[in-house]
């Protein structure tokens, strides 16, 4: 009798030994960890996992830790089909999450439709992710129209009306610069030049003299952080004084340390609360898992990964100890006033827009952002 007691603990000892402790709640993301958008990427998944660690130390949602699988896609809309597929159809994942860039994000649409995964919080402010809807998609962060539009109204309010509009030759660019536009409507002007360039191999030995010679006052940049950095230098060899504008899709501490001397007086617009501003419940929240990380501090960038980390998480819990795709798209659509701390998000089946903040910011002399 002892010995089969005894065979019954071990062989109990053993099974709890390879038995894991709890089921993992996989998530995929696919963006440009290298490329010209790795600065920002990094950053933004940084802010992500800050939050996510966080919650997992806490015990996870339900029990069930958060496990983010990512892949890098080098910002080719190509790879990121291909990694989003690997991630839907391999590894089973719940959902996507903060993929970077509207090529890439139209370039995985396809995929969602067809197995019914949710993508939330993409790094993009497409239009093309809100209007029409996309049943699958789950916005966080403000549309780059809005942004556009804002920035010009407010070159105007502070008398610099002659600008110039230098866009990447994409949707991105195409969609960004439909809010110029409308801001130019808006103020009854019209660029001084308006022009693109390539997204993967910008050039700007012939655009950077054509500003110049056009007398623009300022240049909007709707382009990737690498392209922004090579253009202004590009500005300022070529003579031009222009200030230099460009979207919150630069907004990362990274974009500052690639414009180097040339990033002082920038102005980048925003779609979080400053990321010093203690005043806002989200940013001191963010503020005190960073300091407890020892980090120095946070950055736009971050901010955006650590707001898509609370949606995520909040989703996650809403679709129950035992979530599914569809469960998790269904407790999505139900989210209704969720404040994220200081900021409210509801989505519906009829409305994935997410938020509308916008703000503007400006690179200080100490190469930090101010507001």
Do not use: C
Request: cysteine-free.
């Amino acid at each position: 009798m002892k010995q089969y007691l005894g065979a019954l603990a071990l062989a109990a000892a053993m099974m709890s030994i390879g038995a894991p402790a709890a089921a993992q709640l996989l998530v995929g993301q696919t963006s440009g960890f290298t490329g010209p958008a790795a600065a920002g990427v990094k950053e933004n998944t940084d802010g992500a996992k800050l939050y996510l660690d966080w919650v997992n130390a806490q015990g996870g949602v339900h029990g069930q830790p958060i496990q983010l699988v990512s892949l890098d896609d080098k910002f080719e809309p190509q790879l990121s089909a291909e990694n989003a597929k690997k991630l839907i159809v391999e590894k089973n994942v719940l959902a996507l999450f903060l993929g970077r860039g509207t090529p890439n994000a139209q370039a995985v649409l396809p995929l969602l439709n067809e197995h019914r995964v949710p993508m939330i919080a993409p790094s993009t402010g497409a239009m093309a992710l809100h209007k029409p809807l996309q049943p699958y998609v789950f916005n966080v962060r403000a549309t780059y129209q809005r942004e556009a539009e804002r920035t010009i109204r407010h070159l105007s309010l502070v008398s610099v009306d002659r600008i110039a509009v230098l866009q990447a030759d994409d949707s991105f660019g195409a969609d960004a610069v439909q809010g110029a536009m409308a801001g130019f409507d808006a103020i009854g002007k019209k660029p001084v030049m308006l022009a693109k360039f390539d997204r993967s191999k910008p050039d700007f030995s012939t655009l950077a003299p054509k500003v110049a010679t056009s007398g623009a006052q300022a240049v909007l940049f709707i382009g990737s952080s690498s392209a922004v950095a090579e253009g202004t230098m590009a500005l300022r060899n070529a003579g031009s004084a222009a200030q230099v504008v460009t979207l919150s899709n630069n907004a990362a501490s990274g974009f500052i340390k690639m414009m180097g001397v040339n990033g002082r007086g920038t102005i980048v617009s925003q779609v979080f609360p400053y990321e010093r501003s203690i005043a806002s419940p989200i940013v001191k929240e963010a503020l005190e898992l960073a300091r407890a990380r020892k980090l120095d501090g946070i950055s736009p960038a971050m901010m955006e990964g650590f707001a898509a980390a609370k949606v995520l998480v909040e989703g996650l819990r809403r679709a129950g100890p035992a979530p599914t795709r569809e469960r998790l798209v269904a407790a999505l659509n139900g989210l209704t006033r969720y404040d994220m701390g200081g900021m409210e998000i509801s989505y519906s089946a009829t409305d994935h827009t997410g938020l509308d903040f916008a703000d503007l910011s400006i690179i200080g002399n100490d190469g930090k952002f101010r507001r």
